[in-house]
């Protein structure tokens, strides 16, 4: 009788202990305004590998894709304002590689069934917890995460941390030098036109 070999593989659990022992993670603090210029530092050691990067929102991912492409990534946004049939072909290209970078949001990733993931990073931090594990899941054991956290997130990064019970390394880019945010021009309201008329109608009757 044959010797019959065991080629039954190990099954991956998806619950959030699992995910979060399993998955290398990394943290980048870094503020709103120069998150794109860090990215694209950390993304010059994916080029031709699969990365999912998350955003909160349509408008984001619309401007992180122009961001991308104009320093020649292979990259695409992916969201709400694409019919069925477009994410659909977005995900295909993406698991047969001939597309490498998808940006979309959280409730897009679910309909995508992105493969063999290399790197998620978070360029925006989500406030729910599930979500976190979903994003990192989505690499099964294949990938690392990396989050980029603005002083504005770093409330939701500590609530991650102390949800998984650990502390997520920190680390730095090389070659990145932040700048100071720009300043924003506030408008000055301008008086309605017919005021001085008006006034000077009503000083001569």
Known sequence: MSEQ????????????????LRTPQSI??????????????????????????????????????EFLIEKEFNALAVHGNHRESQQQEAGRKFNEG????????DM????LGLEKIKL???HDLTDDIQAYYNRLAQMKEQGVAISLVSPEDEG????????????????TVEGFVATDAPIKHIKKKKKPRH????VRKEKEV
């Open 156 to 171: 939701l990064l500590s609530d991650i941390e102390i949800n998984m019970k650990v502390e997520i390394e920190e680390r």
């Open 98 to 105: 001939s597309l490498h970078i998808i940006i979309t949001t």
């Open 28 to 65: 980048y603090f870094v503020k709103e305004h120069d998150k794109r210029a860090m990215l694209g530092l950390l993304l010059n050691d994916y080029r031709e590998k699969q990365v999912l990067i998350l955003v909160k929102s349509k408008k984001n991912a619309d401007a992180l894709s």
């Open 120 to 122: 998620v990073l978070n």
């Open 195 to 198: 005021r001085k008329d008006k």
């Open 108 to 111: 897009i990733l679910k309909t």
């Open 5 to 20: 070999t065991d080629t039954t593989k190990e099954k991956i659990y998806y619950d959030q202990r699992s995910v979060a």
